[in-house]
């Protein structure tokens, strides 16, 4: 039966068992006929109620929520598909525009947004949570799909898969995850709220069984074993990056993949643009058929990986448990290194529902008769198996043995803690609800929220319904109703909203002060804080774009591995300039103590802080953390592979990519325009086009995809070459300003050997001492950096350069010349300067 286009296929006018039988013949056409679950699922939903689909992975519930989205595209309505993590969101994106075409799908991320309007959007929790918190019940919303809904359960995000559920009362939902649990009080209220019957479909038995097994060897000699016995593809799943990628390496001495697999594999990434670093040895490790998998990689390393493991060209790979997030890879065997995490406080057992998350991705319906899942001892343990056996029978040698002890820490587990997980029931979804200034602000930006407060539709009603009518308990209800009280007065002492008319009796009014950007979000909880820090800087002072970033950068998440690694350079440097002064060991590590990673501002934030909290206590609950990420770049002058390679953080670029980017969209996002000068504008613009360059390739694909001809032409692998930039010329001039201000930088050290690294030809050694013949120094202050100390000569292939150097005696009388070579910049994603040397003007 040839594959029948879904779309076309759809009814009509609308009906409801045309529907049922269009989407069963389409299936079927796909060679993917529904099971009993699936008919059922279908069935529920075409009959307009809402749905909790809890079945194991591989029963197909991508298939149901497609069922839901065709549903809604024939009823000419608006359907939304939400899930936990960008890479999942993603990956769906792609795989419904396979199926209902890119001009009717979406998708919207917070980093980027691809055809927003269309009639299916796939987004993060957050973005649905954002447009229920602005819009009420009177969103454009009438279908949502949320995937992995486990994740109502999460601490810290468990709020925005709440939100939705309390808010759109007009939508249908589907509920979807193969580890829900108990969600009855859930679905009560569910249908309480929306008068819609909910429909649970549960229970279903997997079509691939699953096979146990505890296993005391060592791990490379166990996955040598399961290659040998046809149980590839491998997983491999640790609970640390660092981890992952060193067993990767270690497995890179195994023949993994057989010659013709590795020319299959070379053949497949021949195009693919490797970063040096991290991307060097990936590019290394996938060409032996191995994997790596995990938050800390860029997005496109990641999608490079699942797409080579989707199409059957990795037999193992090594990652951590971001797989168990619903990602569609094809695995055969599941091996997990320990029963144990770190959930950032400290270490402890898995969960019932991470064993099966990650465990359920064992097994591809269609390819195996079951799938595997293995659970490694300990270490410590296989190592004293394995030397008992060594030291035999013989009750001598069996003394001498001496056992490996657990490392300092160490949380026991063993065979009978896989017993019990394997059986173990998914834990009870419970409510994080919480409440913040961004929640207020989306709730005051409603149409009629300035509604006298006894009005329903005003935002005093409405804050007032969602902190007291929502799934948390009685006493989480109290806190979040002072919370919202909290963040109210916060507000109105930061001059953000105003109150008219007195108490809330019936005819008072609450308006926002001010007109809002379009994209204007107080994401962290931080913001309202850093709106009044903002207005103590002095926007005439040279250095106010830097310390507008520094104050943004304070109330973000601390990047933990990118602050150690500055902690750990910076203590290198001062204990190097501790012995040049003779200083003795013990006064050097006492020293030593004080020095930490930059932290600018640090003293005028905390001042700031413990100001602001003097009025607003709430927001104690939340630490100020001067740091010094994105300034910290700038003021290097480097692009985002110096910086990786200056701290030795290749193995998280993706954690860096994601810091720069939450930075760029809070500065974007945060600052009022009218706080934004030229400089600081600039910064922002640069920011956003270097987190463009490092890795664009979802929009790019997305272009790729609404071309035809450009997607026939596409490697399904290979995404395109970044956006040209040069196109935005704000931020390319910022990238040529860098090139050159290192330069200065490096010339006011009088680092001769690092300047003729960067410039062979330039005659660097002998223009410095013909410069420092005339002047004792070189600025390098703020005003040395302004845009008035560049003159630029544009033409259509190069521009000329002159960058003025900032001599003591204010001569501007020796500068920098240099050309701007456009196509070699187009090429390279960065500004291509090629300097002629530094001379008298």
């Known amino acids: 039966m040839p594959s029948l286009d879904l779309v076309s296929s759809l009814p009509r006018p609308w009906d409801a068992?045309?529907?049922?039988?269009?989407?069963?013949?389409?299936?079927?056409?796909?060679?993917?006929?529904?099971?009993?679950?699936?008919?059922?699922?279908?069935?529920?939903?075409?009959?307009?109620?809402?749905?909790?689909?809890?079945?194991?992975?591989?029963?197909?519930?991508?298939?149901?929520?497609?069922?839901?989205?065709?549903?809604?595209?024939?009823?000419?309505?608006?359907?939304?598909?939400?899930?936990?993590?960008?890479?999942?969101?993603?990956?769906?994106?792609?795989?419904?525009?396979?199926?209902?075409?890119?001009?009717n799908v979406g998708m919207v991320t917070g980093d980027s947004s691809v055809n927003p309007d269309a009639p299916i959007v796939c987004c993060t929790a957050e973005i649905l949570a954002n447009i229920a918190l602005r819009n009420g019940a009177d969103a454009e919303v009438d279908s949502v799909v949320m995937d992995e809904f486990h994740f109502y359960a999460d601490s810290d995000r468990g709020w925005a898969w709440q939100v939705p559920l309390l808010e759109l009362t007009r939508a249908r939902f589907v509920l979807m995850s193969a580890t829900l649990g108990d969600v009855t009080a859930i679905a009560s209220d569910l249908e309480r709220r929306t008068g819609r019957e909910v429909a649970q479909v549960t229970g279903v038995?997997?079509?691939?069984?699953?096979?146990?097994?505890?296993?005391?060897?060592?791990?490379?000699?166990?996955?040598?074993?399961?290659?040998?016995d046809g149980l590839a593809p491998v997983y491999i799943v640790h609970f640390s990056q660092a981890a992952a990628a060193e067993r990767a390496q270690a497995l890179s001495s195994v023949r993994v993949a057989s010659r013709e697999q590795r020319d299959a594999i070379a053949a497949a990434i021949g195009g693919f643009r490797f970063s040096t670093g991290f991307g060097t040895t990936l590019s290394r490790l996938v060409r032996s058929g191995i994997g790596v998998h995990h938050a800390g990689m860029l997005p496109r390393y990641r999608r490079l990986v699942e797409q080579l493991a989707q199409q059957g060209l990795l037999r193992v790979v090594c990652g951590t448990d971001t797989l168990g997030v619903g990602i569609n890879v094809p695995i055969r065997t599941v091996l997990l290194t320990g029963l144990t995490k770190f959930d950032g406080t400290r270490m402890r057992h898995l969960s019932a529902r991470e064993f099966h998350q990650v465990a359920g991705r064992a097994g591809r319906a269609g390819f195996d008769t079951a799938g595997e899942v293995v659970a490694l001892a300990p270490e410590h343990e296989i190592e004293n198996l394995k030397a008992a056996a060594k030291a035999g029978s013989d009750p001598k040698a069996q003394r001498k043995v001496v056992k490996k002890k657990a490392p300092t820490g160490f949380v026991n587990w063993?065979?009978?803690?896989?017993?019990?997980?394997?059986?173990?029931?998914p834990e009870p979804l419970t409510s994080s609800m919480r409440f913040t200034a961004s929640m207020m602000l989306q709730i005051l930006s409603r149409p009629g929220a300035d509604a006298p407060a006894s009005d329903p539709g005003s935002a005093f009603q409405a804050v007032r319904a969602l902190v007291t009518d929502n799934h948390a308990s009685a006493a989480q209800r109290a806190a979040l109703a002072r919370r919202a009280i909290a963040v109210y007065r916060t507000l109105r002492t930061a001059g953000v909203v105003e109150q008219h008319g007195g108490g809330f009796a019936g005819d008072a009014r609450v308006t926002l002060t001010v007109e809002l950007q379009h994209d204007f979000a107080l994401n962290q909880p931080l913001s309202p804080f850093a709106l009044a820090a903002l207005e103590l800087l002095d926007r005439d002072d040279p250095s106010y774009a830097l310390d507008a970033i520094s104050v943004i950068e304070a109330t973000l998440d601390d990047p933990r591995p990118i602050l150690?690694?500055?902690?750990?350079?910076?203590?290198?440097?001062?204990?190097?300039?501790?012995?040049?002064?003779?200083?003795?060991?013990?006064?050097?590590?006492?020293?030593?103590?004080?020095?930490?990673?930059?932290?600018?501002?640090?003293?005028?934030?905390?001042?700031?802080?413990?100001?602001?909290?003097?009025?607003?206590?709430?927001?104690?609950?939340?630490?100020?953390?001067?740091?010094?990420?994105?300034?910290?770049?700038?003021?290097?002058?480097?692009?985002?592979?110096?910086?990786?390679?200056?701290?030795?953080?290749?193995?998280?670029?993706?954690?860096?990519?994601?810091?720069?980017?939450?930075?760029?969209?809070?500065?974007?996002?945060?600052?009022?325009?009218?706080?934004?000068?030229?400089?600081?504008?600039?910064?922002?613009?640069?920011?956003?086009?270097?987190?463009?360059q490092v890795d664009s390739s979802l929009l790019d694909e997305w272009s790729a995809l609404t071309d035809p001809a450009a997607a026939a032409e596409q490697d399904a692998v290979v995404p395109p070459a970044p956006s040209d930039v040069t196109t935005n010329e704000?931020?390319?001039?910022?990238?040529?300003?860098?090139?050159?201000?290192?330069?200065?930088?490096?010339?006011?050290?009088?680092?001769?050997?690092?300047?003729?690294?960067?410039?062979?030809?330039a005659g660097w050694p002998e223009a410095l001492d013909a410069y420092y013949d005339e002047h004792d120094e070189m600025g390098t202050g703020p005003d040395a950096r302004s845009t008035a100390r560049l003159v630029i000569a544009r033409h259509l292939d190069r521009w000329q350069v002159r960058q003025i150097i900032d001599d003591p005696a204010g001569h501007h009388d020796w500068g920098i010349d240099a050309i701007v070579d456009l196509d070699a910049s187009r090429e390279a994603g960065v500004a291509i300067v090629r300097v002629a040397g530094l001379r008298r003007l």
């Open 564 to 692: 150690s690694q500055q902690q750990y350079r910076a203590r290198g440097e001062a204990v190097a300039a501790m012995k040049s002064e003779g200083l003795e060991y013990e006064e050097r590590m006492e020293l030593l103590e004080d020095v930490t990673w930059p932290k600018p501002l640090d003293e005028l934030l905390e001042q700031a802080y413990e100001t602001f909290a003097s009025t607003q206590p709430w927001i104690r609950d939340f630490e100020l953390s001067p740091k010094s990420v994105v300034r910290d770049m700038y003021e290097r002058a480097m692009t985002f592979t110096e910086y990786v390679s200056l701290y030795d953080l290749g193995r998280s670029e993706g954690l860096v990519l994601r810091y720069l980017s939450d930075a760029y969209r809070a500065a974007r996002q945060t600052i009022p325009d009218e706080a934004k000068t030229e400089d600081l504008r600039d910064l922002v613009e640069w920011l956003g086009e270097l987190v463009r």
């Open 17 to 103: 068992d045309e529907f049922v039988g269009a989407f069963d013949d389409w299936a079927r056409s796909r060679g993917l006929p529904l099971y009993p679950a699936q008919e059922e699922a279908v069935l529920e939903i075409a009959l307009e109620k809402h749905l909790v689909l809890s079945t194991p992975t591989g029963t197909g519930k991508s298939l149901v929520a497609i069922a839901a989205h065709a549903m809604a595209l024939a009823q000419g309505r608006r359907s939304y598909y939400t899930a936990p993590i960008k890479a999942l969101v993603s990956e769906k994106f792609f795989d419904l525009v396979q199926v209902f075409g890119a001009e």
């Open 730 to 761: 704000r931020a390319f001039l910022v990238l040529v300003r860098n090139e050159l201000w290192r330069r200065v930088q490096l010339a006011a050290l009088q680092r001769d050997d690092d300047l003729v690294a960067l410039d062979p030809d």
């Open 205 to 228: 038995a997997r079509p691939v069984p699953l096979h146990y097994r505890y296993a005391v060897v060592p791990a490379q000699e166990l996955v040598e074993e399961l290659l040998a």
């Open 414 to 425: 063993g065979p009978a803690s896989f017993e019990r997980l394997i059986v173990a029931e």
